[in-house]
């Protein structure tokens, strides 16, 4: 045998898997509330003893441990750019891909009330960027010496224009900046160049960030570095798309990540246009994209979501699931939704244990998926110009996409998991959005996606077996 620990110290609980690599099988798997604001070992210790008494495991045969965390609200970045259909999203994209959650993010000059406002972000890292190599050079200038001026303490990342950046880092070095700077995310308006950007961003994390959020004595257990939860699911993805040299891959894929804090969609596939006379505009698509959507996590902003479906909608999608809700002689006729969307935003911990919390849970599940997987694909739209009628394709077409999946804490503890993949599919009702079209869907019943992608850094072949042998293929009509 040949044991590993993959640990996640997320927002709410610490999931620890352990795997044995030699015989490529999961042997167990524990949780425990996450206790960040305390000591973070309390609740790992409390995760490793659920999982020693369930599973038999004899710590001492461990040989090694990896983590990721989004604990403390995760790796939190704001991005500064130039247009925002440009710069401004190859920064957004850097960011994403390197795990992080994009809580701001500014286009052209700042001025002093942005500058307020991504004080009181309280980012982990800023991401300063603009113009392309040999481009506008005013704005990045401009937005560093106002960074400069500012109360602001974080890392600041400048990935801009190259003919300026050394005199953008001096600016912000003179007032007592920390600052790091690599090439610029898009050094041409053909190209977007964010890896070594994201490569810095890991580096800055695990230097800087893991002291910050308290997760010293986590990673002093683990004996190495704590990535991002994010970046460990995007790194599965990719391995489970793409193979090893050993072992294929699954080919293209759409992960879906239902969380209580945000949504998050990763997607491994080749940008491709719908048709081949179909005009694609924007920024060339990266075949790995990840987007994160902090409006739609079911616990903390299910007010949100729940405002976006509408009461009356949200009543229908759960009597559709839960007709018991219509019972004149049951306990449930009491059910108030406005007051349940208020109690789970204000105890975002709070798991459901009746048919009717769970079933409440998939209507907030299934909107949050379809509406984050919406964002994420590109759309295509007619439009008229000298040579006649054109399709203009904008963003990633997945309608090909050939493996939906879903991860989450619902797509393993909750009701119809089916349903939710269900809605992340493409809708005739919305021709325009490249959503999935018919691909197969597969289920991450063991939660272990996170574990998959921080193995795959160490032993990738064996860890795309695991997956491929633990994900459980569905069908959305069960």
């Known amino acids: 045998m040949s044991i590993y620990l993959l640990v996640d110290f997320g927002s709410t609980y610490t999931k620890i898997l352990a795997v044995d690599v030699s015989n490529e099988v999961i042997l167990g798997r524990a949780q425990a509330p996450t206790t960040i604001d305390t000591d973070v070992t309390i609740g790992l210790n409390r995760a490793l003893s659920e999982l020693v008494d369930t599973c038999g495991l004899d710590l001492r045969q461990v040989e090694g441990k990896y983590a990721s965390s989004s604990a403390a609200g995760g790796l939190k970045m704001a991005a500064i750019g130039l247009v925002p259909e440009l710069t401004l999203e190859a920064a957004r994209r850097a960011c994403l891909g390197a795990g992080a959650k994009v809580v701001c993010s500014y286009g052209f000059e700042i001025d002093s009330d942005i500058v307020r406002e991504i004080e009181a972000a309280r980012c982990d890292i800023i991401l300063l960027c603009g113009g392309t190599d040999g481009g506008d050079k005013r704005v990045i200038t401009h937005n560093a010496r106002m960074l400069a001026h500012s109360e602001i303490a974080c890392p600041i990342l400048v990935a801009g224009n190259r003919v300026v950046s050394d005199a953008v880092r001096d600016t912000l070095e003179r007032h007592g900046k920390k600052v790091y700077r690599t090439s610029n995310v898009l050094p041409s308006l053909d190209m977007v160049e964010v890896e070594p950007a994201q490569a810095l961003i890991r580096e800055i994390f695990i230097a800087h960030i893991t002291h910050a959020k308290g997760l010293d004595k986590a990673a002093d257990f683990i004996g190495g570095p704590i990535i991002p939860t994010p970046k460990a699911t995007l790194q599965a993805a990719t391995l ?41 505009r924007g920024l060339p698509e990266s075949p790995v994209k990840r987007t994160v959507e902090g409006d739609l996590g079911i616990r903390y902003n299910a007010p949100t979501i729940y405002d976006f479906i509408g009461r009356d909608a949200f009543l229908a999608r759960l009597r559709d699931l839960y007709p018991a809700l219509d019972d004149p002689s049951g ?53 008229f110009s000298v040579v006649g009628e054109i399709l203009v394709q904008h963003g990633k077409n997945l309608l090909e996409v050939e493996n939906l999946i879903g991860t989450g804490g619902i797509f393993r503890y909750g009701l119809r998991p089916e349903r939710i993949l269900s809605s992340a599919l493409f809708n005739p009702e919305k021709p325009w959005s490249l959503k999935p079209r018919n691909p197969k869907t597969l289920i991450d019943r063991m939660y272990m996606l996170y574990g998959i992608g921080l193995l795959a850094e160490h032993f990738p072949a064996p860890a795309l077996r695991i997956a491929k042998k633990y994900l459980t293929e569905t069908d959305l009509g069960s």
């Open 240 to 280: 489970l798309a793409q193979g090893t040299v050993e072992e294929p891959g699954i080919g293209s894929l759409l992960v879906v990540e239902v969380g209580g804090a945000t949504t998050n969609i990763h997607s491994v596939a080749d940008q491709s246009p719908v048709t081949p006379q179909t005009v694609i």
């Open 331 to 383: 306990d449930d006729q009491r059910f108030d939704p406005d007051e349940h969307i208020e109690y789970l935003s204000k105890n975002v911990g709070h798991v459901p244990t009746t048919e009717l919390g769970l079933n409440a849970d998939i209507v907030l599940a299934e909107s949050a998926a379809s509406i984050a997987v919406e964002r994420h694909a590109g759309t295509v739209r007619q439009e």
